[in-house]
């Protein structure tokens, strides 16, 4: 807007748009819902936030028309559209602050970070129509506002309940472990060199490097074995328990709710975890700190079981697998310390 000496009052309605909306997604970001009193309506509480989603939306399209083309909009045009705006943007964070806390952490957290998003995309926007000059529309305008339609959109795919909510953590979680494991399988299918395609910077270079501290020896080749049976309990752990929680979770109680949010909770210290000992397998292997990743995602395992044990999803079915998964733990656990131990 900075080219057309017109734009200095129609600014002042968008800067002070602007700024009224970072407050808002501020407060959302950092602040506590209302707890309700009396009985809340879950399915009125999805049907009331996707219609402010949808008025979000559709004043972020008026605005990104009426500054897409000149003549700007006169100065009292822009102050209604910011009007309009920041009225949908107020509907939809009142909204999100219905959902108490007591229909699960999970879930509010990840509704949260919905909103926060949609939020984000409308201040780029803003921002991004201030900083333009009024020639023709830009692509930056088109990708902010492709922006907001698609984070007010993803609102029709957030889970439901808790229950659903606790799934889509355990899903990253899995998705996070999966790549961990088939990485280091790759590497040591590929060769004994884990950093060949890396660190070789000439391709045709047919001369092997001298540095053995980026080769695995046979022994790190031994103890890298039952690593991956530890990390491999961990994805099966989370697998096992996605399918519990689904077969089993019961979102009608406090009780129950909160024991949900416990095992999400939890879990995600899993992923970092096994992160923690894939990368400390790579040469030059310090088998230390190997032994100390394998302690900690062994008694974090340990605990995870023990929980999901204690819990509501646990039935005579989840009980075998938790049994068989505890056995496997301190199988890896006692299999990577033998081999550390043994000589070269």
Known sequence: M???SSGGNVSVPLRNLLNSIQCIRDRVRDGESNESDGAFN????????????????????????AF?????????????LADSILKSVLTLSTVYYWLPKSQ??????????????????????LEVILMSPLQRLSQEQL???GG?????????????????????VLSRQIGVVKDAIKEIEQALAEAHDPFNNVLNDDEEEEEPRDNQDTYWSEKDRRVIGPCQGLMKASAACLR????????????????TLAQLDDLADITKDISPGVDDLALCLYPPMDYTEVEDNVSRLAALL???????????????????????????????VQRSKDLIQQDS
């Open 2 to 4: 900075s080219g057309d």
């Open 42 to 65: 879950l399915s009125n509480f999805w049907v009331t936030l996707n219609q402010a989603v949808t008025a979000v939306s559709q004043e972020v399209t008026k605005l990104s028309l």
């Open 68 to 80: 897409s083309k000149p003549p700007l909009p006169s100065q009292q045009d822009a102050e209604k």
């Open 104 to 125: 699960g952490v999970s879930l509010r957290q990840q509704v949260r970070d919905a909103t926060v998003q949609v939020l984000e995309g409308v201040t780029q926007l």
């Open 143 to 145: 990708t902010s506002t």
């Open 148 to 168: 907001v339609w698609l984070a007010c959109d993803r609102f029709a795919q957030l889970p439901q309940d808790n229950k659903a909510a606790v799934q889509v």
């Open 240 to 255: 096992k328990l996605a399918s519990a929680i689904k077969a089993n979770g019961d979102v009608k109680t406090p009780h």
């Open 302 to 332: 340990k605990k995870v079981l023990e929980i999901i044990r204690s819990s509501h999803i646990c039935g005579e079915s989840e009980l075998t697998w938790v049994q068989f998964l505890d056995g496997a733990v301190d199988h890896n």
